[in-house]
C-alpha cells in the first residue's frame, strides 16, 4: 500500500493523503467501467444531458469549496481559482452544443431509401488530468466523453488529488452512476498501470515528453483512442503600439498562473531598435510591479508559487543552461525572500543571436529576440518543433493578415494574450504540441465514432438494376 499526499506549495502544509490505486485496482476499475458501459451508453442523450446540467448546478452550489481547493494544491490565487469553476460550469452547455453539431445525427433520402449518420461511444475512456487547471481540463474531456455515453476512469495529478476527488463528488451527486466515473489516485506507477489495461481511450493533457511517450506505448494498439493536448514553447511578436498597453499584453501571455499554462508565452519577438526596447522597457517595469503572495493572502497577488519546489529547480536548472549559453539577464529567475522554494520571482532572459535549447520551461521565463524584420520575426515565431499557440500584438493590418496565415500554431492571436481562447472554440496545436484531436469544441470528435448507414424499408431485387446478370 502506497500513501502519497498533496501540499499547499505555499505553506508546505498538507492538503490531502491517501492510497495510491495499485495495478489490480486499476484492473477492477477498468473491469467495472466496461461492465457499466451498456447500460449507461443505452440512456437517451436527453437523459444525460439531464444529469449533466445537473453537474453544473452542483459545481456552482460547492463553488466556493472547490476554488478554494483548486487554490491550496496548485497555489494559484483565489481570484483565478474561481475562474477555474466558473469555465467547469460552462463546459457543460457548450459540450452539449458541440456534441449536437459535431457528433450528431442526420438523414437524407436516397432513391433507395435513406442515408443516415450517426454516432457511438468508443467505451472505456482513461482521462490522466494535469496539476495546473486540475478542475477545468480533465473536466474537459469527462463532461462530452460522458455526454456522448462513454465510461470514465480518471486519475488526477498526484499534485491536485482533492481536486480531483471533489469534481467526481459533483458527478455522483448529480446522479451519474458510480463505475460509470471511477476515480483512481495515484501517481505515475498508478497511471502507467491504468493505460496498460483494455481500455479504449485514453485523454491526456500534459507534457510533449509524456505525449511521446503514449504515442510509442499504444503504436500497436491502433484501437485505443489516444487524444494528446500538450505543451509549446510560444512565440509572441510585439511589433507596435503603446509599450505600456503592448507589456499587458506580454505579462498576461508569460506570467500568468506562475507561467504554468501550455498556453502561456516562452518567446517573445521584437523588432531591433528604439521601438523593441521601449517595449522591453515597458514589460520589465509592469514584471516589477506584479504581486506575489499565497492564494488567500490580501491584497490579492497576481501569481503565486510554482506546484512545487522541485519544479522550481527544474526551471532554474533551464534558466541555468540559457544563462551559459550566453543570455542575457534582464530579470533575474530568483526565489522570493520569506518565502516557500516553489515561490519564484518571472524571469526575462535576452537570448538575441544564440542556439538555445527548443524547449518548453514551465514557469515564469520570457526569452527575448531582437529581430530586423517582420519577414524574419515570422521565421523566428515558426523555428520550434511546437505548435500549440503564436501572438502578433500589432495595430497593423498587412501584418497580422501575413501572421494569421504563416504563423504555425492551433490557437493564433491578435492584440489578445496567447493564453486566451475560447471554450466554444477547438485548442490544440501541431507539431510536438499535439496529435491532431485538439480538445475544447472538439472534443466530441474524439469521444464518438461516426457511423454511416444507407437503409431501405423494403427487401427489393438488387440484381435488377445492375448489368451484366442473365
Known amino acids: 500500500m502506497s500513501i502519497f499526499v498533496s501540499t499547499d506549495p505555499a505553506t508546505g502544509d498538507t492538503v490531502w493523503e491517501g492510497v495510491a490505486a495499485s495495478a489490480d485496482d486499476c484492473a477492477r476499475a477498468v473491469e467495472a467501467a466496461r461492465a457499466a458501459f451498456p447500460a449507461w451508453a443505452a440512456q437517451t442523450v436527453d437523459a444525460r444531458i439531464a444529469i449533466l446540467r445537473r453537474y453544473a448546478e452542483v459545481l456552482g452550489e460547492r463553488q466556493a469549496v472547490i476554488a478554494e481547493a483548486i487554490a491550496r494544491e496548485t497555489g494559484k490565487p483565489l481570484w483565478e481559482a474561481a475562474t477555474e469553476v466558473a469555465s467547469m460550469i460552462g463546459k457543460v452547455a457548450i459540450s452539449v452544443k458541440a456534441m449536437a453539431e459535431r457528433t450528431g445525427r442526420r438523414e437524407s433520402a436516397t432513391p433507395f431509401g435513406r442515408a443516415r449518420l450517426d454516432h457511438r461511444p468508443h467505451g472505456v475512456m482513461a482521462v490522466l488530468g494535469p496539476y495546473n487547471f486540475p478542475g477545468h481540463l480533465p473536466n474537459g474531456h469527462i463532461v462530452p466523453a460522458l455526454l456522448t455515453g462513454n465510461t470514465v476512469i480518471f486519475k488526477p495529478s498526484e499534485e491536485t488529488p482533492l481536486v480531483g476527488q471533489l469534481l467526481v463528488e459533483a458527478l455522483y451527486a448529480a446522479g451519474v452512476p458510480a463505475d460509470a466515473v471511477i476515480l483512481l489516485q495515484g501517481g505515475r506507477e498508478t497511471g502507467a498501470a491504468l493505460v496498460a489495461q483494455d481500455i479504449d481511450g485514453l485523454l491526456f493533457t500534459g507534457s510533449a515528453g509524456a505525449g511521446a511517450h503514449f504515442c510509442r506505448l499504444f503504436a500497436d494498439r491502433p484501437a485505443v483512442i489516444l487524444a494528446l493536448e500538450l505543451g509549446g514553447n510560444n512565440p509572441l511578436v510585439a511589433w507596435d503600439g503603446d509599450p505600456d498597453a503592448t507589456a499587458s499584453i506580454i505579462v498576461a501571455s508569460a506570467f500568468i498562473t506562475a507561467g504554468q499554462r501550455c498556453s502561456c508565452a516562452r518567446r517573445l519577438i521584437v523588432p531591433a531598435g528604439a521601438v523593441g526596447d521601449a517595449i522591453v522597457d515597458a514589460v520589465a517595469a509592469l514584471t516589477d510591479r506584479l504581486r506575489i503572495g499565497a492564494w488567500d493572502e490580501a491584497p490579492e497577488p497576481f501569481m503565486g508559487p510554482l506546484i512545487s519546489g522541485a519544479a522550481a529547480g527544474r526551471a532554474t536548472a533551464q534558466v541555468d543552461t540559457l544563462v551559459g549559453l550566453g543570455a542575457r539577464v534582464i530579470r533575474a529567475f530568483d526565489g522570493v525572500a520569506g518565502r516557500s522554494a516553489a515561490f519564484v520571482r518571472p524571469a526575462i532572459l535576452d537570448v538575441t543571436g544564440l542556439d538555445v535549447p527548443d524547449e518548453e520551461i514551465f514557469a515564469p521565463v520570457l526569452q527575448l529576440r531582437r529581430i530586423a524584420d517582420f519577414d524574419a520575426a515570422l521565421a523566428a515565431a515558426n523555428a520550434t ?56 469544441y472538439y472534443a466530441a470528435d474524439y469521444c464518438a465514432y461516426p457511423v454511416a448507414s444507407i437503409e431501405a424499408d423494403r427487401v427489393v431485387d438488387q440484381l435488377a438494376t445492375l448489368k451484366g446478370v442473365a
Open 385 to 440: 518543433r511546437f505548435g500549440l499557440a503564436a501572438g502578433l500584438i500589432s495595430d497593423d493590418d498587412a501584418l497580422w493578415a501575413r501572421f494569421r496565415v504563416e504563423a504555425r500554431a492551433g490557437v493564433v492571436n491578435r492584440n489578445r494574450a496567447t493564453t486566451g481562447a475560447s471554450s466554444d472554440m477547438p485548442f490544440g496545436g501541431i507539431g510536438d504540441s499535439g496529435n491532431h484531436r485538439p480538445s475544447a
